[in-house]
């Protein structure tokens, strides 16, 4: 339900209840960092073929990382309302384990806004390249878990996610 007179105080909502991006051009350029991670499950038959580099579409963990670095660099034009950020850094690390692929971002930035949001980007595209590429193989694929477990900069601070559990 809107709120036309935007009573709630949501940032993303002006005074008639449509939908803005909101103004940080007040607020000061701080050093931010956050990390994602996630997981992409994958049957052994998959995972065996990606550790012999035997897929048909090519090296898949290597095409994976540089399709999530460059969907990171484009967050502003796939999510509504996300400020351009310069990203400083982004790293996607991607790990094979006995049930799948354990993935993790990190990203940072001197803005005035977060990376928390590229971070998710990045490891949603990372694996769903995963996924497309060997679902030749096998369909049953499955992106879960996509989370952001840290972030620091800002008004807010530090944060860290309370659970650090993650799937297998």
Same mark, same amino acid.
């Given at each position: 339900?809107?709120?036309?007179?935007? @009573?709630?105080? &949501?940032?993303? *909502? $002006?005074? +008639?209840?449509?939908?803005?991006?909101?103004? !940080?051009?007040?607020?000061p350029a701080t050093a931010r960092?956050?990390?994602?991670?996630?997981?992409?499950?994958?049957?052994?038959?998959?995972?065996?073929?990606?550790?012999?580099?035997?897929?048909?579409?090519?090296?898949?963990?290597?095409?994976?990382?540089?399709?999530?670095?460059?969907?990171?660099?484009?967050?502003?034009?796939?999510?509504?309302?996300?400020? @351009?950020?310069? &990203?400083?850094? *982004? $790293?996607? +690390?991607?790990?094979?384990?006995?049930?799948? !692929?354990?993935?993790?971002?990190?990203?940072?930035?001197?803005?005035?806004?977060?990376?928390?949001?590229?971070?998710?980007?990045?490891?949603?595209?990372?694996?769903?390249?995963?996924?497309?590429?060997?679902?030749?193989?096998?369909?049953?694929?499955?992106?879960?878990?996509?989370?952001?477990?840290?972030?620091?900069?800002?008004?807010?601070?530090?944060?860290?996610?309370?659970?650090?559990?993650?799937?297998?």
């Amino acid at each position: 339900m809107t709120d036309p007179a935007n @009573t709630h105080g &949501l940032s993303h *909502l $002006d005074e +008639h209840g449509s939908a803005k991006m909101v103004d !940080v051009g007040d607020k000061p350029a701080t050093a931010r960092f956050a990390a994602a991670e996630g997981f992409v499950r994958l049957a052994p038959a998959v995972l065996d073929a990606i550790r012999g580099n035997a897929v048909a579409k090519g090296p898949v963990l290597e095409t994976a990382r540089l399709a999530g670095i460059l969907a990171a660099k484009r967050t502003d034009e796939l999510i509504p309302l996300c400020h @351009t950020l310069p &990203l400083d850094r *982004l $790293d996607i +690390h991607l790990t094979l384990t006995d049930t799948g !692929v354990r993935m993790r971002a990190e990203a940072s930035t001197t803005s005035k806004t977060g990376v928390e949001i590229e971070t998710l980007v990045a490891l949603s595209i990372a694996g769903t390249t995963i996924i497309d590429m060997t679902k030749s193989l096998d369909r049953t694929g499955c992106l879960e878990s996509i989370r952001v477990v840290e972030k620091s900069g800002g008004r807010s601070g530090h944060w860290t996610h309370p659970s650090q559990e993650m799937s297998p």
